[in-house]
């Protein structure tokens, strides 16, 4: 059986396909209080300035294009010949659009529920504290995204990926929002090898075997060829 490798991705592996970072200095988010537009509080005291938010995000997100980065994950999903299970915390669409079947553990910009009663479906370009569930009727529909405060998705999935991993490489992401920053020492402690691929060194490389640093679109796609290298997969 071929190698079972897990992957996670964080905002750096979109950065270069035009969506901002949390640490990007004067991007987007460091104009926006977190507290006001990422968490369940912050949407209960002021829906339209949070829907506002996403609206702005969604419309970047539906500009931007998968780099190179997604196009190689893409391209290791489909050739590699043990697993490749890819968890992101990313909520933009941009692993769809490569091709990819991402885990999204923090949710979808793309996508809309009502916390009413729990439906789900394509979000519109723009969002509103007047919209309509169209199964409940509720006027409770919000961005299926993972708020500050609220349990991410797919947890038992992902926990038991990790478990079972040969090889966990973490790609563009800080390791300061939790519980993905962990998901490093869960896979070592499983026997994996790990391996951080980032901008820069982060908080967390010391809890890694290895770590390369540079850009994304550059970083992945060496790592892709060398992981199919072996048969010529690309
Ligand atoms: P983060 O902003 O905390 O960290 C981003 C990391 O990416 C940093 O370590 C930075 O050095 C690195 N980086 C920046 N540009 C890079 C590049 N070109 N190539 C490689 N690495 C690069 O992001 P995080 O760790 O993902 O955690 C923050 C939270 O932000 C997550 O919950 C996520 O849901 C949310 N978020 C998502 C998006 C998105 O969906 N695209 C964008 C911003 C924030």
Not at 75 to 104: K, P, S, Y
Not at 111 to 136: F, H, K, N, T
Not at 173 to 179: E, F, I, L, M, N
Request: with cysteine; aromatic share 6%; proline share 6%.
């Amino acid at each position: 059986m071929g190698e079972r490798i897990v992957i996670l991705t964080g905002a750096g592996i979109s950065a270069e396909s035009g969506l901002g970072t949390f640490r990007d200095a004067g991007g987007i988010w460091a104009q926006y209080d977190l507290e006001e537009v990422a968490t369940p509080e912050g949407f209960a005291r002021d829906p339209a300035k949070v829907h506002a938010f996403y609206n702005a995000r969604r419309e970047n997100c539906r500009s931007a294009e998968p780099n190179a980065a997604h196009h190689a994950l893409a391209r290791l999903q489909a050739a590699h010949e043990g697993t490749v299970t890819l968890i992101t915390q990313n909520i933009d669409d941009l692993f769809a659009r490569a091709g990819a079947a991402a885990i999204h553990m923090h949710g979808e910009l793309m996508r809309a529920r009502c916390d009413a009663c729990g439906a789900r479906w394509p979000a519109p370009l723009r969002m509103a504290p007047e919209d309509a569930c169209a199964q409940c009727g509720a006027r409770a529909t919000r961005p299926d995204v993972v708020w500050f405060g609220e349990m991410p998705h797919h947890l038992d999935e992902i926990f038991a990926a990790l478990g079972a991993a040969d090889r966990f490489v973490a790609i563009g992401t800080s390791g300061a929002v939790q519980p993905a920053g962990n998901f490093v020492r869960e896979a070592a402690a499983a026997g994996a090898h790990t391996l951080e691929l980032n901008l820069e060194p982060s908080e967390a490389s010391p809890l890694f075997a290895e770590a390369r640093h540079g850009p994304a679109s550059a970083l992945v796609p060496d790592w892709v060829a060398q992981m199919l290298g072996a048969r010529g997969g690309i």
